[in-house]
T-cell receptor, first 110, second 115 residues
């Protein structure tokens, strides 16, 4: 079960681009990389998922280098409402393959 | 699509009592997960159902914990003889069939406080 390492916390000013990097040195061939967002007293919410290179959706981009041992979640022009904990998960997808870790607590400052 | 719902949202109980939580997944989602989350930590996997079959159980799920999904729809998580260490947020998630990878949709959680 691949574990991940993320910074414990980050601060950013409103309107800035935020990049959160996750290390997953033991990622397996069949593993995907998934990011979730969690607000206090709520369940996590899916943000983005990828296998390699770059994935972009309406809320974020995910950059994955060729060796796949790390990934970077990019949030463009963050707002105060983006203050949350962000989790990087690596796994094949079903069952108990997801390890959440402690996540990165992002604080957006006005 | 009303999302994953959990009931109750909060539960306060005395040590030694039994508690039961319910999770209603998104309609037609065949996979259902239970997690436990304590303050400052990420969710920890407890167990996983595909339809009515319980396919995975974490070692965190002691003999005092039992989960069921009798008809492959809603699920219940029961904790017997609660201990103070059981105090946590219990999260349920579901995911639809036919996915190569798993996108889990989480409910709001049930916060358990054991006095």
């Amino acid at each position: 079960l691949a574990k991940t390492t993320q910074p414990i916390s980050m601060d950013s000013y409103e309107g800035q681009e935020v990049n959160i990097t996750c290390s997953h040195n033991n990622i397996a061939t069949n593993d995907y990389i998934t990011w979730y967002q969690q607000f206090p007293s709520q369940g996590p919410r899916f943000i983005i998922q990828g296998y390699k290179t770059k994935v972009t959706n309406e809320v974020a981009s995910l950059f994955i280098p060729a060796d796949r041992k790390s990934s970077t979640l990019s949030l463009p022009r963050v707002s105060l409402s983006d203050t949350a904990v962000y989790y990087c998960l690596v796994g094949e997808g079903t069952g108990n393959q997801f390890y959440f870790g402690t996540g990165t607590s992002l604080t957006v400052i006005p | 699509d009303t999302g994953v719902s959990q009931d109750p949202r909060h539960k306060i109980t005395k040590r030694g009592q039994n508690v039961t939580f319910r999770c209603d997944p998104i309609s037609e989602h065949n996979r259902l997960y239970w997690y436990r989350q304590t303050l400052g930590q990420g969710p920890e996997f407890l167990t996983y159902f595909q339809n009515e079959a319980q396919l995975e159980k974490s070692r965190l799920l002691s003999d005092r914990f039992s989960a069921e999904r009798p008809k492959g729809s809603f699920s219940t998580l029961e904790i017997q003889r609660t201990e103070q260490g059981d105090s946590a947020m219990y999260l349920c998630a579901s995911s639809p069939p036919g996915q190569v990878t798993d996108t889990q949709y989480f409910g709001p959680g049930t916060r358990l406080t054991v006095l």
